[in-house]
């Protein structure tokens, strides 16, 4: 799955799981690929949702995002598309796995209509940490490699070994 960038993320920020998440995107997402729009207020205006017909409602129920050339994206598919935009292509390739897919998509309103109690259970925290763990491990990786050249550890060569 692809975007034209940036991709304008319409999530819930009085929600901690929620915003903990797109936070954490947001602070790894070196190339600029995303944009954050609180949706949470119920007084909620926007030219492109409004275009769209998609309603304060329908923005509480379900994350959406809209990208540079207008196409809506909505549920799992946002996920996907925010992870691989802010580096985490592992993370973004278990969100859009063709076999975890279906149960992602089922699991994840679940979780989105019970986002703010399990807010209240501290999992925001443990996710957030979750995420920018694996965002620094893969700015690592990334940072391992310059102008096209990875740096490669050197090992010695094979061969016979002398007892001390």
């Known amino acids: 799955m692809s975007a034209a960038w940036p991709l304008v993320i319409y999530y819930d920020a009085s929600c901690p799981l929620c915003r903990e998440e797109m936070h954490a995107l947001i602070a ?10 609180d949706a949470s207020p119920a007084s909620f205006e926007d030219e492109h949702t409004r275009a769209a017909g998609i309603g304060h409602a329908a923005l509480m129920q379900l994350i959406h995002a809209r990208d540079r050339e207008g196409r809506w994206y909505r549920g799992v ?56 763990r694996a965002a620094a491990r893969a700015q690592r990786r990334a940072g391992a490699c310059a102008a096209g050249v990875c740096a490669v550890p050197e090992t010695p060569p094979p061969g016979p070994s002398t007892p001390a």
């Open 28 to 37: 790894h997402d070196v190339q600029a690929r995303l944009r954050l729009v």
């Open 77 to 132: 598919e946002v996920f996907e598309l925010a992870y691989g935009a802010a580096g985490l292509a592992g993370i973004a390739a278990v969100w859009g796995h063709p076999r975890l897919r279906p149960l992602w998509d089922r699991l994840y309103p679940w979780v989105a209509r019970f986002r703010q109690p399990l807010s209240r259970l501290r999992l925001n925290r443990l996710y957030g940490a979750l995420v920018r």
